[in-house]
């Protein structure tokens, strides 16, 4: 059975200490919803409360239409998935997954029989009678995995479940997680502090900061248009650029920074919030050319990245960072203007900046 998850305006606290305010969420039936933000944000807290560990303060956790706030967390029937796999050391790979169905009364023959199709489903094949200490770790990951599903849960969770892999191993368990969750048609929770783990994974993601969800949508959305400052930092905007618009017409808006250069933002490509707005851009979102309109700059450190240069420049609104092609390196020194490049940059609200 698959079924939603509503978090409604849920608080929590640890003694003193707010983690979560009035937080919302909802999570569709069959949806995979990330949880993404650095340490401290909230995220592990709010799936501890959907789990069951901890209790909120306020507001209500629902299952479909079962409020589940009260319940206890064995009763909850969740599937978890853990950083630290929490395999039973003395039980076989095949004991393992079939744990959850020995908990809930299912007889031996049907359990190791369910047991052996999921271990075969998650690719391990002539490993049913290994244990945890003789399995690699992204082999334990699987049968983590593999534990978490069998129980058929309406609601699949997953607590950094990649952290502890080499890298190549994260990119192909993070498919094969979204694969199976595809699969099964499982509503899942999936708690990250990688960005492009979790937009790779997600239908939607959740940026966390202070307890508070600062923007739920697709990964599309979250990557090229941010809904504040926070996020588009978050996601990569690092260069904050204040305007005012100084003028318009039907094609073009002209806008003024600090220093009095102006920027000519056709209206095709950018849509102005209001008449003081924040330019927010990539380093690649700023073309560094030699002549032309753009933002008038110094640059300074050039740093060597592969695919680009990227220099550190001096303007009139402060330190910029942008990028410049390979096939034309520049020397620190130079006046240069930097051109917005509408498909790396976005405009904010000032008051979001």
């Known amino acids: 059975m698959t079924v939603s998850l509503t978090l409604a305006h849920v608080s929590a606290h640890y003694g003193s200490t707010q983690v979560l305010e009035d937080l919302s969420l909802d999570v569709g039936e069959g949806e995979l919803v990330s949880l993404l933000g650095a340490s401290g944000c909230g995220k592990t807290t709010t799936l501890r409360l959907v789990a069951g560990f901890l209790r909120p303060t306020a507001g209500t956790i629902s299952l479909g239409a079962r409020n589940i706030t009260g319940v206890a967390a064995h009763a909850r029937n969740i599937g978890l998935v853990f950083q630290t796999y929490a395999l039973f050391p003395h039980l076989s790979v095949l004991d393992n997954v079939a744990f959850g169905l020995r908990q ?22 002539g490993l049913a009678d290994r244990y945890p200490s003789n399995l690699s770790g992204g082999q334990r990951q699987r049968v983590a995995l593999a534990r978490a599903l069998v129980i058929e849960p309406p609601l699949l969770m997953f607590d950094e479940p990649l952290s ?11 498919v094969e997680i979204r694969r199976m969750q595809r699969a099964a048609g499982t509503t899942a929770l999936y708690v990250t ?18 307890g508070r969800i600062m923007q739920l949508d697709a990964p599309e959305v979250l990557y090229s248009r941010p809904a504040n400052a926070f996020v588009a930092d978050f996601v990569g905007f690092g260069n904050m650029i204040p305007l005012e ?12 920074m600090a220093g009095g250069a102006t920027l000519s933002l056709p ?16 380093p690649e ?24 240069y990227q220099y550190r420049c001096t303007t ?13 390196p520049l020397e620190p020194g130079s006046n240069v203007t930097l051109v917005p490049q509408p498909d790396q940059c976005c405009l904010l609200p000032a008051e979001t900046a």
């Open 104 to 125: 809930r009364g299912m007889g031996t023959a049907e359990r190791h029989g369910k047991a052996h199709e999921m271990i075969e489903r998650v690719g391990l094949t």
């Open 164 to 174: 502890n892999l080499d890298a190549k191993l994260r990119v192909d368990m993070r």
């Open 193 to 210: 502090h990688d960005q492009e783990e979790a937009f790779s994974i997600s239908d939607r993601v959740a940026i966390m900061h202070r």
């Open 245 to 256: 618009v100084a003028g318009e017409d039907d094609t073009r808006v002209i806008a003024r």
């Open 267 to 282: 209206k095709a490509d950018f849509s102005v919030p209001g008449r003081n707005f924040v330019l927010a851009a990539r």
């Open 285 to 308: 979102g700023l073309g560094v050319s030699q002549g032309g309109a753009g933002i008038p700059a110094t640059l300074g450190l050039r740093t060597y990245l592969g695919r680009a």
């Open 316 to 328: 009139d609104v402060g330190e910029v960072i942008a990028n410049g092609p390979l096939s034309d």
